[in-house]
């Protein structure tokens, strides 16, 4: 069975994507004969639509273009001599950097949260993932179905009934939770004379959706823009084909299937057996023998945890000198070792003027000190619900390790639902999503992970350096922000400086918040209703 929606269009809709998507029938296509900025635009807005990428185009962008430019366009045209270009350049001269040059934008949809966590992984990539913060899974298909993964090898085993029937119970419930928590909401923070009602109505809407997200199964089906290059390319495909969920595999051929249209020679090496082969089998190969070798050596225990836990394993006692050294020897003719006696010599008082004015004044939290702050790195071992892990699994400079999602270390259910009256109802569904995952496990260790909700937790580590932290920490302590990063991210700021003992890079991380926050969009709903109003009025006087 094939477990994706095909999408339909009109003969004169199918017309104009022709020319601009690269298929019209699978759920991953690349964006071909657009300005960038209409690319770039694009995949902004596709983040925060339920809508496909196609559909999206049709409905809020083509009015705007002008198309009779494009009538006759063919996108393989001049890549035959574009490849030849390519294989003297990388096959005689081994210049890899050549395919950095080249990119794609890639739309890839109904993709699982298994999946996606998957296509994130690479550093030098950019993404911009559908949010279950603001657009609701309450809506079915153009097929009738709910928004979640069918497996096809559950699906054609004797579990196939009963995962489609657990799984449209969940949705049912959270379809059914939403509009509750809605009006919960709307009551217990009324609009106030400063708030226009759309503004206010989002925010609810927001507050309501972070309320009942928990219940979503990672089974849920995301849509995903990727921006990279043919090396980022060529690096993930021969990191998915290694992959064991057969989701993976299959989701890396649609997609090589479409980049082969826009950029054939930058991934010419990952069919070659003595290239790409070995590369994927050196990967499957490394990850089999570690895998084997700890289950000999260890007791395969994965010890339940009832809470949260945020835990800095590993850091740099003295890793505020190492700053102030990489600071000394960037900004003066002094050796290392010389700005090392330097600085051992000075007063704290001096060491603390010299990283505050590396520092200087941070007017807001995108203003950030130079990379001196590399000298020294955190890794922290962290237990949360796996929604807070998605997001911030996204941050790519760190380094994030992650162990296979389970129902064994427990999920909380959140505070407003208990007082909403709902906690029951939240429970059943995560008591279900638990029956499932144990049902499958034996058969399908990996795919049991589908069924798992997104408030359970998994066990991670992440490992940054001060400057990545201190980007990660004033970006997620934000008010806007989920509550469940938020409290987190105001760990790691609280273990940095009293744990590791980094009172001064603690406290150069001047935009971290910590302040209460009752509807977390409300303060980014204002800001973006006065944008709207502003360039409305602008247009007004320009007309």
């Not at 997620?476 to 509550?483: A, D, E, F, K, T």
């Amino acid at each position: 069975m094939h477990p994706y929606v095909v999408e339909e269009f009109t003969a004169t809709e199918r017309e104009i994507l022709r020319r601009y998507f690269t298929n019209l029938d699978e759920p991953v296509f690349a964006l071909v004969n657009l300005p960038e900025v209409v690319k770039g635009a694009l995949f902004a807005r596709y983040s925060r639509s339920a809508k496909s990428l196609r559909r999206l185009f049709l409905d809020e962008f083509v009015g705007d273009l002008d198309l009779e430019g494009d009538l006759t366009v063919d996108a393989t045209v001049g890549l035959d001599r574009a490849d030849e270009l390519y294989q003297k350049v990388f096959f005689e001269y081994g210049d890899d950097s050549v395919a950095q040059l080249g990119g794609v934008h890639l739309a890839c949809e109904q993709a699982s949260n298994v999946l996606t966590k998957v296509l994130e992984w690479g550093r030098l990539m950019s993404y911009l993932e559908q949010s279950t913060r603001y657009l609701a899974y309450d809506k079915r298909l153009g097929n009738g179905l709910y928004r979640y993964y069918r497996a096809p090898e559950i699906l054609e085993s004797s579990y196939g009934a009963r995962y489609i029937g657990d799984m449209d119970r969940i949705f049912d419930t959270y379809g059914e939770m939403l509009p509750l928590m809605i009006d919960y909401f709307a009551k217990k923070f009324p609009k106030t004379a400063e708030d226009s009602d759309f503004a206010w109505r989002q925010a609810i809407r927001a507050k309501a959706l972070d309320s009942v997200r928990g219940l979503l199964p990672a089974s849920s089906m995301s849509n995903m823009g990727i921006y990279g290059s043919g090396q980022g390319y060529e690096q993930l495909l021969l990191r998915m084909r290694a992959h064991p969920l057969p989701e993976v595999r299959e989701y890396s051929e649609l997609m090589l299937t479409e980049l082969r249209k826009v950029i054939p020679s930058f991934l010419r090496r990952v069919d070659l057996p003595e290239r790409g082969g070995e590369w994927s089998a050196y990967l499957e190969d490394s990850r089999g023998a570690t895998q084997t070798m700890l289950r000999e050596l260890f007791d395969s225990v994965n010890v339940a945890d009832d809470r949260d836990r945020v835990t800095l394993v590993e850091f740099d006692p003295a890793g505020e000198e190492r700053v102030l050294e990489a600071i000394t020897f960037s900004q003066s003719h002094l050796s290392h070792e010389e700005a090392r006696r330097g600085i051992s010599g000075l007063s704290e008082a001096d060491k603390t003027a010299i990283m505050a004015s590396y520092v200087g004044e941070r007017r807001n939290r995108r203003y950030k000190p130079g990379r001196a702050f590399e000298a020294t790195s955190y890794r922290f071992e962290i237990t949360s619900d796996y929604g807070a892990f998605r997001d911030l699994q996204r941050h790519r400079m760190l380094t994030v390790e992650w162990q296979p999602l389970t129902t064994n270390l427990g999920a909380d259910i959140p505070e407003p639902i208990v007082d909403a009256g709902l906690a029951e109802r939240f429970q059943e569904c995560l008591d279900r999503s638990a029956a499932l995952y144990e049902l499958l496990y034996d058969e399908f260790p990996l795919q049991a992970q589908y069924a798992v909700s997104l408030a359970f937790r998994i066990r991670y580590v992440l490992h940054m350096n001060a400057r990545e932290a201190m980007h990660l920490i004033e970006l997620r302590s934000g008010p806007q922000g989920h509550p469940s990063y938020r409290r987190i991210a105001h760990e790691l700021h609280r273990q940095i400086r009293e744990v590791a003992g980094h009172e001064r890079i603690a406290g150069s991380m001047t935009h971290v918040d910590t302040s209460d926050v009752d509807l977390e969009r409300l303060a980014a709903e204002r800001a973006a209703e006065t944008a709207r109003q502003r360039r409305s009025q602008l247009t007004n006087e320009v007309g």
